[in-house]
């Protein structure tokens, strides 16, 4: 009776917030076999996948990527490679289906693939979406029948130097137009697009490829870091297609499959599931891992303290801000280290229960601080359950959302995370200002009763700088700041609402200095 209770409390808190589908998980074919796939293969896999009890813990889609194309034929119908795809794309699609899975496919917004590019294939000249975009759409979605498609930029960038956003924005138009807006959409454009992708897709690539190596999953962790903002309402960082199974140590595969759940990134693998270890199968298989990938609040952690290379990250499960909370000490360096950090800085007080989602084990209850001794290449997750979650005392730059941010390189002087060593979570935001829409925005400032506050901005002093400080909208003024020197603080009196707040930062007429975090003392 008392669980009953207890399941009806957590239901109707959980319905506070609206459930979000998570991130998609499934299989791609990329990784292992690049261009050289066949239905054969594909079918094999999905087999696989059912046998090896994947679709039981969440796996559904089976993804083809670059691979399957032949040619355009005189009506400009694409044809599938007819060696590779003697029967076919449908039947291999409702093959798919009739396991009670979901099938994804791969394009480019240009006119020819990436593996026409980088794998000679040359059956990817001329088959990209790239004049072709409603006919592609009919066909793979309405005749065929995938549920997914992934949309790759080697032709659009490399060969016509298109815009982006508006190629994008294209595509979506006709897959919109048959009748299909239905199907996910993941933009993989190797780098974050801009804060318009979340409009177009339902995730997006954050880096260039991954490959089967620590170096490589380590550089998309850091990459990620920084862009917790992005993801929100059911919308992912696509941390690219899991390496998991393949060369890895043990521990770097944790690394690997820890930090994509814990940062809800898509869970593609990447392996042959036929053959693949039971260590890698289990660690694929960790429910109480998934859990947090597809917590229905799909949030992605963010890092809340940096400290000699090693990083704390955390994010709510279950309900925001509640007392439940997913926490991560994650070791990237070549050393083994002692990783600690006080329940205050994780918003949490009074008797705390940590469950090590690894070795699926309770450990001892704690009061103040949550330790572990981390190995090299190593990540330690815990789910914790406290008594109470305080208000949070500080803000960083790398949680905030930046409406004009994007990682095109395209224009010089935009503004990005950068790190900096001695920012109080290794980063900070520049480049911010110079205009009213180029600014620092954080949306859940929270504060339980509402009222006064003294807020304490850290900066990075630059000539001929300012800030304008915008809390729901209202500006509150700024006195001048320091133009040199190191890091530099300016205090000002702020009132906050009970509930969330937004906290802009901008500068309409300067440039703003490097901001790192701000602080909040009650009056
Ligand atoms: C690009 C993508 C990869 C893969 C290949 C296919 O490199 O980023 O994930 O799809 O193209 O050629």
């Known amino acids: 009776m008392k669980r009953l209770i207890v399941s009806l409390v957590m239901s109707a808190f959980s319905m506070s917030s609206i459930a979000q589908e998570g991130p998609t998980m499934g299989w791609s074919s990329w990784n292992t076999y690049r261009v050289n796939i066949s239905d054969t293969l594909i079918k094999r896999q999905a087999s696989a996948l059912i046998q090896k009890g994947l679709k039981d813990v969440g796996y559904t889609y089976i993804n083809v990527d670059d691979g399957f194309f032949g040619f355009r034929n005189e009506q400009g119908q694409m044809v599938p490679h007819p060696q590779r795809f003697p029967r076919g794309m449908k039947t291999l699609a409702d093959f798919i289906h009739s396991l009670g899975l979901k099938a994804g496919i791969y394009s480019d917004a240009g006119a020819v693939t990436c593996g026409s590019i980088w794998d000679n294939d040359s059956n990817g000249i001329g088959v990209g979406l790239y004049g072709h975009e409603e006919q592609d759409a009919k066909l793979y979605f309405r005749d065929w029948g995938f549920d997914f498609i992934k949309i790759d930029y080697c032709g659009a960038g490399q060969e016509l130097d298109l815009d982006e956003k508006e190629r994008y924005a294209q595509i979506s138009r006709a897959i919109n137009k048959v009748g299909a807006s239905d199907v996910k959409i993941n933009i993989c454009r190797w780098a974050f697009p801009g804060t318009w992708a979340k409009e177009l897709a339902t995730s997006w690539r954050i880096s260039g490829d991954i490959t089967d190596s620590w170096d490589s999953v380590k550089e998309i962790v850091e990459k990620n870091l920084p862009l917790s903002a992005y993801c929100s309402d059911g919308h992912f960082n696509d941390m690219d297609m899991l390496e998991i199974g393949r060369s890895l140590t043990e521990s770097e595969e944790r690394v690997h499959f820890g930090l994509w759940c814990l940062m809800s990134s898509p869970l593609l693998i990447g392996c042959d599931m036929a053959t693949i270890s039971d260590k890698s199968l289990s660690l694929l298989k960790n429910e109480e891992l998934i859990a947090l990938n597809q917590d229905h609040l799909a949030l992605q952690a963010y890092p809340v303290q940096a400290n000699e290379g090693t990083y704390v990250l955390v994010k709510d499960i279950v309900k925001r801000r509640g007392t439940t909370r997913a926490v991560a000490l994650y070791n990237p360096t070549n050393e083994s280290r002692h990783i600690s950090i006080a329940l205050h800085e994780l918003e949490l007080e009074g008797k705390t229960a940590i469950r090590d989602l690894f070795n699926h084990k309770q450990l001892e209850p704690v009061n103040d601080s949550i330790t572990a001794d981390v190995t090299p290449h190593d990540v330690a997750i815990f789910r914790i359950e406290s008594e109470r979650r305080i208000e949070p005392k500080c803000y960083e730059a790398e949680w905030a959302f930046l409406p004009l941010y994007n990682d095109l390189g395209k224009r010089k002087k935009e503004v990005l995370y950068a790190s900096n060593e001695h920012a109080s979570v290794g980063r900070v935001v520049t480049m911010a200002g110079g205009s009213r829409e180029n600014s620092i925005v954080w949306n859940n400032v929270y504060s339980q009763h ?51 707040n937004c906290v802009e930062m901008t500068c309409s007429t300067m440039w703003m200095p490097d901001i790192d975090n701000f602080e909040l003392e009650k009056r």
């Open 450 to 500: 509402g009222g006064d506050y003294l807020m304490k901005i850290r900066y990075v002093p630059k000539p001929k700088s300012g800030i304008e400080v915008i809390v729901n909208e209202s500006p509150i003024p700024v006195p001048g700041l320091e133009q040199t020197g190191q890091f530099s603080s300016i205090v000002i009196p702020v009132r906050l609402n009970a509930g969330n």
